[in-house]
């Protein structure tokens, strides 16, 4: 196999791990500074794209991060959104009274986060946050309310750093525009 082969298809480099890991410090004081460490949030990544900055968020901060997960899936293997919200696999933790904060990777059309952060306020959480390290502001379908955000980035269908491709490329350290030949028809 060709040992390089993560880096192909790329069009360009967009934000990098050093660019990454500075602005997620940034961001863990911000929520430090909004939650009380004696009730800390449950930090509720959204799988799979969410596992790099939940990873790193969760290392950055300096109060007890209790993670839960959930799956939802509204790409599959395309580029664009279907709108169609369902759940793959729900929160193991009951967050009726808690605050919770949703940890993402990126928001795009924002279908997914606005349809998640109505579905986990209606189980009675007492707040529910949003952290996204990317968000697509030219691209959102439906404003979302989001408190914290790593970058605004422009609508270009981007890879790396949690997010993928048909699965591919989560493990690229930087996050990058996939080159559009790769998935134009
Ligand atoms: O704002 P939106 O247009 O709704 O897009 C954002 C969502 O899309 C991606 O997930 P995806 O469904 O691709 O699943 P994945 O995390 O497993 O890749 C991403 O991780 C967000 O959850
Ligand atoms: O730009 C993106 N890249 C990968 N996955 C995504 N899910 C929503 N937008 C994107
Ligand atoms: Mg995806």
Sequence with gaps: MD???LGDDLARILVTEAELKTRLAELARAIE???SADEPPLLVGVLKG???VMADLARELRFHAEMDWMAVSSYGAS???SGVVRILKDLDTEIAGRDVLIVEDIIDSGLTLSWLQ???ASRGARSVRICTMLRKPDAAKVEVDVAYVG???PTDFVVGYGLDYAERYRNLRDVAVLAEHV???
């Design 3 to 5: 040992a390089n082969s």
């Design 33 to 35: 500074a909004d939650y």
């Design 50 to 52: 969410a596992v790099m």
């Design 79 to 81: 580029t664009k959104s």
């Design 118 to 120: 109505e579905n986990l």
């Design 151 to 153: 970058f605004d980035i």
């Design 183 to 185: 998935y134009a028809e």
